[in-house]
């Protein structure tokens, strides 16, 4: 038991002396009050003081460096883990950030400059679609846009479809609004430019089994050159 002096003049003892740590019986130690320690001080944890928390005067510290792994966690049923920061939150591997959350909720992944909502510097694998989530029940649109450099509008971007085998399948090209089909056609020379490889074939069918004839309809449109 480690209590504090009674208040009370020189050689007078007055008021009641205050618990500050107590020892029990089961070899816990009780802090009555708050441990204040110097930015020299740290609170060691293991044999090995593995695990360490102190603060050096500019930044604050949970250090690990002893066997096994550095978890932090809820253990009880319902119980959420926060982790809070007043403006940014960096995720980092060998010291280097990994993954970014600015003030203003932007998310970078591989990168600390999150342009949107999710920034993601490399490429992404997805396993097996990817989903437009409407926030509304009404009509809705989902887009693939390629914005400029930082929001600018200087250059063009082209969009390229492959298939399992990175062979090229759709190539849309953004200066020209052309679109190509056929793994050869990586830059459309028109609005619809199709190579189907050494045959050169394009099917357009219009089959409807309906009992009349007439209800299926193909209208094709040429204008150009005799060539």
Known sequence: LLQTAPAGSSGTS?????T?????????????NDLDLSDAGKITLGTG????????????FIDH??????????????????LNAK????????????????AATDVGIATTSPYEK?????????????????????????YINFHGFQGGATQYRDLGIYNGRQGLVTQFDGSSGYVGF???????SYPLHVIN???????????????????????????GDAD
């Not at 003081?49 to 604050?60: F, K, M, V």
Request: charge should be negative.
């Open 118 to 142: 999710l920034d993601v510097h490399g490429n992404i694998a997805v396993n097996p679609e990817i989903t437009f989530v409407p926030l509304t029940d009404g009509n809705a649109i989902g």
């Open 20 to 32: 500050v740590l107590t020892c029990t019986s089961g070899g816990d130690v009780i802090i009555a």
């Open 65 to 82: 460096s002893g066997d096994g792994d550095l978890w932090i966690r809820t253990l009880g049923t319902g119980e959420d883990l926060y």
């Open 87 to 102: 403006d940014a939150m960096s995720f980092q591997t060998d010291s280097v950030t990994r993954i970014y959350i600015n």
């Open 49 to 60: 003081d593995d695990l360490q928390i102190y603060a050096n005067g500019s930044n604050s």
């Open 197 to 223: 490889g050494a045959n050169q074939t394009m099917e357009i069918n219009n089959s409807v089994a309906t009992a009349s004839a007439s209800t299926s309809i193909l209208n094709l449109w040429y204008s």
């Open 182 to 188: 056929g793994p050869t056609v990586t830059v459309p």
């Open 14 to 18: 007055q008021g009641t002396a205050a």
